[in-house]
């Protein structure tokens, strides 16, 4: 998702009091940022945060963090967020939910070995040339960094509706010693999947007929 650039949104990201800042001094800390030592998990390129708000509303006892790197559509999901959050009575917010305004590059200098518990990765872009193929969110360079940071039971979740993207993910991650455990090209056809939480970009491929397909990759 790239948004059209939004003049003072690096300033209004700054300063909100839901995106943390130079995530790099929590690194082996995070469960001292939420107060409590409940599982982390995260999503990579998190867009207007639709999967994420609903996500930690129905899962309060854990934590949530979005990785977004563009500061516009950051600056759009915070807005979402605080909308949201006004239309709740003060004692249903809560505060299981971050974001941080980062490339996911540097996941490493932002968590120790075992921090996170699930990675979640939504509708990444696709990145279509073979020559930015370490570009892609499920690429091998990515996969590694993932390994260091997960806890030894956790998965990555992939979500996409572009299936040449998603059948060259299941060919690459294997390769890099990950196991697929679960495995579906039509998602929202899979009973399994009732308790499914949509994207914004799932919303919209799949309104328009577009199947929907999802990887699940332990170690
Ligand atoms: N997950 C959302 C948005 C999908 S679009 C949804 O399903 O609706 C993919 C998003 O990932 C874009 O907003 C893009 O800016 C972000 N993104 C892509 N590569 C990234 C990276 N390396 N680090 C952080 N964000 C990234």
Same mark, same amino acid.
């Given at each position: 998702m790239r948004l059209r650039h939004i003049p003072g949104c690096e300033a209004f990201v700054e300063k909100s009091l839901h995106v943390v800042r130079e995530?790099? +001094?929590y690194k082996g800390k995070w469960a001292a940022l939420f107060g409590n030592h409940r599982p982390i998990d995260l999503e990579i390129g998190? %867009?207007?945060g639709r999967f994420l708000r609903e996500l930690s509303m129905r899962r309060r006892e854990r934590n949530f963090l979005g990785l977004e790197r563009y500061a516009s559509v950051m600056m759009k999901a915070i807005q979402r967020l605080e909308r949201e959050q006004e239309m709740l009575p003060a004692e249903e917010r809560c505060g299981n939910l971050k974001f941080l305004c980062e490339d996911? %590059?540097?996941l490493t200098e932002f968590f120790e070995r075992g921090e996170i518990s699930e990675i979640y990765l939504n509708?990444?872009?696709?990145?279509?040339?073979a020559s930015h193929?370490?570009?892609?969110?499920?690429s091998p360079r990515f996969m590694r960094l993932y390994d260091q940071i997960l806890a030894p039971e956790g998965r990555v979740e992939f979500k996409t509706d572009n299936r040449a993207l998603f059948d060259w993910s299941v060919e690459a991650? $294997? +390769?890099? %010693?990950?196991?697929?455990v679960s495995l579906s090209y039509d998602l929202h056809g899979d $009973? =399994? =999947?009732?308790?499914n939480v949509m994207t914004e970009y799932e919303e919209k491929f799949s309104s328009r007929g577009q199947k929907i397909c999802k990887l699940i990759a332990v170690r």
């Open positions: 995530p790099e +001094q998190m %867009g207007k996911a %590059g540097r509708f990444s872009d696709p990145w279509p040339k193929a370490n570009r892609r969110l499920t991650i $294997p +390769q890099v %010693g990950w196991k697929l $009973p =399994a =999947a009732m308790d």
